[in-house]
């Protein structure tokens, strides 16, 4: 196997896949930080507002699912595909305000500081594994005889991801005194975002068969 480095692994596989070009990249670049400063500024607030930082990651975190699911499925078929599929991404962003907040309410001031600590810990760790999993993956799946498509990747993806839904589910209401579960929960959903940032690593390029 070829030397592996961090980049991005939607690049290679948009242009081995759907042939992308360097307009299109620079059409979903544009598209997708409209479409992230939309839900940053407009639709993160309204949604905790609404509904409460629980569910809004559990939306966040489910719409993640639809996203990668879409390379799986191979429902993405052209650019124009693509771009729509990158407006998607950008409403999962709403997960990380929403986590912000629930690290910080449903704990007292003492405690933190040591969660704040094991989640960047674990999310450090996930940085660099998660990446080196899913560019090994890409890359066994463009060689010859390869036992599985590149989509594959997105399909273990969802599968994790699908994980740390449910691990939402246990994120407890605010209360100081439920600190511990919630330290647990929010680092359970930390370690599956990290580990299944698939627009953080990049393979070899080279054209599946």
């Not at 690049?11 to 839900?39: C, H, M, S, W």
């Not at 959903?189 to 990049?202: C, G, R, Y």
Request: glycine residues 8%; hydrophobic residues 45%.
């Amino acid at each position: 196997m070829k030397y592996i480095k961090p980049w991005n692994l939607q690049i290679p596989y948009l242009r081995q896949v759907l042939d992308f070009t360097k307009d299109n990249f620079v059409t979903l670049n544009e598209i997708g930080g409209a479409g992230g400063l939309f839900v940053q500024v407009l639709l993160t607030p309204w949604l905790i507002a609404k509904a409460g930082e629980k569910s809004t990651v559990i939306v966040g975190l489910s719409v993640y699912i639809v996203y990668m699911a879409m390379y799986a499925t191979e429902t993405v078929h052209d650019p124009t595909g693509a771009y729509v599929n990158s407006l998607i991404q950008d409403v999962s962003n709403v997960n990380y305000p929403a986590i912000s907040s629930i690290k910080s309410t449903l704990s007292v001031g003492n405690e933190q500081g040591q969660i704040l600590g094991a989640i960047s810990a674990i999310q450090s760790m996930a940085g660099g594994v998660g990446p080196f999993i899913f560019a090994t993956l890409y890359d066994i799946s463009l060689g010859e005889n390869a036992p599985f498509p590149p989509r594959f990747i997105w399909l273990v993806g969802c599968f994790i991801m699908a994980g740390s839904v449910a691990m939402a589910f246990t994120v407890p209401k605010r209360s100081p005194t439920m600190a511990s579960m919630a330290c647990c929960s929010t680092q359970g959903i930390a370690l599956s975002k990290a580990l299944v940032n698939i627009s953080s690593t990049t393979p070899r390029t080279k054209r599946p068969r």
